[in-house]
């Protein structure tokens, strides 16, 4: 288990990296930056943790170094009807994906990790999908192999950047 790091409350929020798992359709390289209209499938949110940025990344690598890839089925178009509507595609019921996102929630304890966001939607409020975006989209019916995963990481900075932090293949 990875040890505490010193205290950020002197830190700005602004200044903290916050933290996201994911799997990339565009499988990009660690140190590569793209913006949120990055085709994705989100396996936990955004979260922030005291621990050092070397810290997480060596605790990622480890945790799930041994996880297997897996296929997911991209389900119809679909609407997410919250505060506005949100275009997505559904990922069809997966095991598989169940279990890597019951990890990274129990890897997300270990971690002593927070939500950077209001509502998570995780455990039970977890529905993966991919979002749509224009230009950037999947169909219904399309197989996607999950072969790899990215700790993706994000200042509050206002630039919308994401950077992939670290990436692991699946065996």
């Keep these: 288990m990875i040890q505490p790091a010193e205290p950020t409350g002197n830190v700005k929020k602004a200044n903290r990296p916050r933290y996201w798992l994911t799997y990339l359709p565009s499988d990009l390289a660690v140190g590569q930056t793209f913006k949120p209209d990055g085709l994705h499938l989100t396996i936990i949110t955004w979260f922030v943790t005291e621990h050092s940025d070397e810290e997480v990344i060596k605790s990622f ?78 169909s219904e019916g399309e197989r996607v192999m999950v072969s790899s995963l990215s700790l993706v990481r994000a200042f509050r900075r206002g630039d919308d950047l994401r950077t992939v932090a670290s990436k692991v293949k699946l065996l």
């Design 61 to 138: 690598e480890a945790s799930f170094s041994s996880v297997h890839k897996f296929e997911v089925v991209v389900g119809k178009k679909d609407v997410f009807a919250n505060k506005r509507k949100i275009s997505i595609n559904p990922i069809e019921p997966s095991q598989d994906l169940k279990s890597l996102h019951a990890k990274a929630l129990q890897w997300f304890g270990e971690i002593e990790a927070r939500w950077a966001v209001k509502n998570p939607h995780v455990d039970t409020e977890f529905v993966p999908h991919i979002r749509r975006r224009v230009g950037h989209n999947v």
